[in-house]
């Protein structure tokens, strides 16, 4: 018994021992703060309060000051945003810009050679349907000279520092350039409204369906020679019309911001509306290679269709079944009417 | 040569416009613009700075590589300059620009910009020296007549310095060195009004 009692004893004892060696190792260490405690952080304050400093940056941080001089943002004394403009613009968005619209002519002219144009499976039959109204082709048309326009004088303005000058020289890339801005400038708005129709006067037909899906699932009948059902507008036409509602719509009203400098907007603001209007445009530009190349070489027959209005049957069972269709149901029970 | 340069003492600055005035008055400076300006920060606060800014002849300037139609050029002396014959008036310098030096005349509706203007460092453009054209156009070239900028020259309390940059860091440098490192301990306020700010 005496010798577990002991044993306990010392245990208690290596215990307690132990327990006031790490509080002293925790708490002596923080004596120093008996020291400093009593005035606290005043070496620090006064370093704190240097004015000039605080002035540097304030201006560093572009906050605005007061001055005499009118203009717009004349009382900021720097921007820094611009700085990161101007590297997003030179660097990543032109270089990958080149490189999408590159990649995707490349892409098209690979797929030419290896698939060739997707030809008419069935004999053209002579008889023709109306496929596009006069005033539907005067809106694509109005709509896809102004986007080819826009393209041409958009990419000179991007890409013709480093492509054009040296084919033109100074003086003349810059006369070609100040009436290409001035082409883009006024022709940017007059897009924006034939877009805005076009949105409008097809967006009943752009909902997707099941009907899509299986289009997908077939390639829209480009690779292999299964011919998938779509109805008046297929799944890449749809793709591309919410192309042209989403990034069409952003490219239409960041090219606004750009286009009247006299509402006083910000440069903050025009940066962004740059950046913007500059993705949206490329990625659309991409986009319309691939529409250009499926609506004529890439297909037989599909360019008539936009020119004349009127398409073959053959045509129009091939890549339109359902909306063939439905015309033919209209013209049975119009034609049951009329009896 | 020489690599010219800017630089305002904000510690010296007293926000009297007087370079301003001076620059609008020597390049008969179109309506609307002015090539330099006074910012201060902190105004009637007792931490009050005012800084002088104009273009301050980047290296790198931002100005130059978001130019279209690639129409800045930059001296031997490093004064940016730009041709106003080949600038077609797209705003992108002054987007770009972190000192709002680059600015537009109002030509036509809707502000649709006309040639771009901003400070020469008294340096003209690419005319033939002090000749009709070049006065008509970017105003007096002082560096062809062996002068420094106007604003500098005029400068009351010789707050803004403009020149060789090593003359120019080696006077700021003495300034620094005579006010014992801390501005704050030197001139202004404290010496003035016998105050303790």
């Known amino acids: ?339 | 040569m020489a690599r010219m340069k800017f630089l305002c003492d904000a510690d010296r600055c007293i926000e009297c416009n007087a370079c301003v005035t001076a620059c609008k008055n020597e390049h008969e400076v179109p309506w609307g613009i002015n090539r330099r300006r006074v910012v201060t920060i902190d105004d009637g606060l007792k931490q009050e700075k005012s800084i002088s800014v104009a273009c301050m002849h980047c290296t790198d300037a931002p100005c130059q590589a978001v130019c279209p139609v690639d129409c800045f050029y930059t001296t031997p002396e490093g004064v940016v300059l730009h041709d106003k014959d080949i600038c077609i008036g797209c705003g992108y310098c002054f987007y770009a620009c972190p000192f709002g030096a680059p600015q537009y005349p109002q030509e036509g509706a809707f502000g649709a910009r006309g040639k771009m203007d901003k400070c020469t460092f008294c340096a003209g453009g690419p005319e033939e020296d002090n000749s009709q054209a070049e006065l008509d156009k970017y105003g007096r070239n002082r560096l062809a007549e062996g002068k420094l900028p106007l604003c500098a020259e005029m400068c009351s309390t010789k707050a803004l310095l403009a020149g060789d940059g090593d003359i120019v860091a080696d006077l700021f440098r003495k300034r620094v060195v005579r006010r014992g490192g801390r501005p704050d301990n030197w001139g202004g306020w404290e010496t003035a009004y016998e105050v303790k700010l």
């Open chain 1, 1 to 339: 018994m005496a010798v577990a009692d002991s044993l306990n004893k010392r245990k208690k004892m290596m215990l307690w021992s132990g327990i006031v060696i790490l509080l002293a190792i925790i708490i002596l260490p923080m004596s120093g703060y008996l020291v400093t405690g009593y005035e606290p952080n005043q070496q620090y304050q006064t370093d704190v309060e240097n004015p000039r400093s605080d002035t540097w940056r304030q201006v560093r941080r572009g906050n605005e000051g007061y001055t005499a001089v009118t203009g717009q943002e004349a009382n900021e004394l720097i921007q820094s945003s611009g700085e990161t403009w101007r590297q997003v613009r030179n660097g990543p968005m032109a270089t990958y810009g080149s490189w999408l619209m590159g990649f995707v002519l490349l892409a098209i002219l690979a797929f030419y050679v290896m698939r060739g144009r997707v030809e008419l499976t069935h004999p053209r039959t002579g008889e023709t349907v109306e496929r596009w109204t006069l005033n539907e082709r005067r809106l694509h048309w109005t709509t896809a000279i102004l986007f080819i326009l826009l393209t041409i004088t958009g990419l000179s303005i991007l890409y013709g520092r480093a492509v054009l000058i040296p084919l033109m020289g100074y003086p003349g890339f810059s006369l070609y350039a100040t009436g290409a801005k001035f082409l883009h400038n006024a022709l940017g708005p007059v897009f924006m409204i034939a877009l805005f129709a076009i949105l409008v006067k097809f967006f009943r037909h752009n909902f997707f369906n099941k009907v899509d899906l299986e289009w997908f699932k077939a390639y829209g009948g480009m690779v292999g020679d299964k011919h998938p059902s779509a109805g008046r507008m297929n799944g890449g036409e749809k793709v591309w019309y919410w192309a042209l509602a989403t990034a069409g719509i952003a490219l239409c009203f960041s090219g606004l911001v750009l286009d009247f400098p006299n509402f006083g907007q910000e440069r903050q603001v025009i940066q962004l509306a740059h950046v913007i209007h500059l993705t949206t445009a490329l990625i659309l530009i991409a986009f319309s290679f691939g529409h250009i190349y499926i609506g004529t070489i890439g297909t037989e027959g599909a360019l008539e269709g936009m020119t004349t209005g009127r398409v073959d049957v053959a045509w129009a069972e091939q890549h339109h079944d359902l909306w063939l269709q439905e015309i033919r149901e209209k013209n049975a029970s119009s034609s049951d009417r009329s009896d």
